[in-house]
């Protein structure tokens, strides 16, 4: 009765739904939804898609409203107009085309989010060393903080005691005595991101209890 | 002729609205609303509520049919739901099942 080899929908027919297929589309009338497609997308002139599409190629000569995502290639033609994002490795505008959106191909590589993190990690590292030397004249920087903060009155005492005597002991003494305090080390990164903004004075603070 | 021809391998979800004719080779799952003629070819699978002037099948049908003109299971049309239309043609080789209503 008619070209069977593709797909067409006519100009007064409306599709609402999820549309999938291994041929070729073309659309002269109304389709909303979703379009998967692994081969071609004809939106026609007159033809309306507000829709999110994943297809192989896509040229558009009518009104689109929604994200394409193409393997290939997007045109949009003269007659096109369209509101939404591309993703494709090939994309034609052709003069005369409506466009507004988006379009990403791929290839362009990113320097952005990432570094940033880095830097406010590495940022309390610095506050942490200089945070004990003010708070007390231990060498040993995470660990008599962390012991002062836990153990209330009788951790101080004890790193003061060996601080005086001798700064060597130090670490041999803490880790017979601070069997249960290794585990603070942990939480300076955890509590790293804060500092900065905190500062020193808040920390104490709260693990006064 | 404006007319819309759903493909073999194209599978469509949801409803399709129309005011011409339809054409359907591929799966169609849920409500099909037109104005004018359904034809559902052999390949086609039609899973849906159908309310048309005329169908005709080919294909395989599960749902019901209500059709304000004519209703057409030809030989390798295979159909099980309601059909409510005027008139009914069901041909030799068909296989139907399902509630017929020709009280319109």
Redesign the interface.
Known sequence: ???????????????????????D?TI??RVE?TITLSKTLMVETGGIVLADMDVKNAVVSGVVVGNIRASEVVQINEDGRMVGDITAPRVIIVAGASFKGNVDMGDIDRARPEPPRMETTERPRSTFSSRPTPASPAPARPAPARTRERAAPPARKEPERTSRSTRASKPASKPAKAAPKPPPKPKPRRSAPKPPSVAKGKKKVRKKK | MANTVIGSSIVIDGEILGEEDLTIEGTVKGKIILKENLFVEQSGVVEADIETQTVTINGQVTGNISASDKVEIRSDGRMVGDIKAPRIIIADGAVFKGNVDMDV
């Open positions: 009765m008619n070209n069977a080899f593709e797909t067409i929908v006519g100009e007064q027919t409306t599709i609402r739904g999820n549309l999938q297929g291994d041929e589309l002269r009338g939804g």
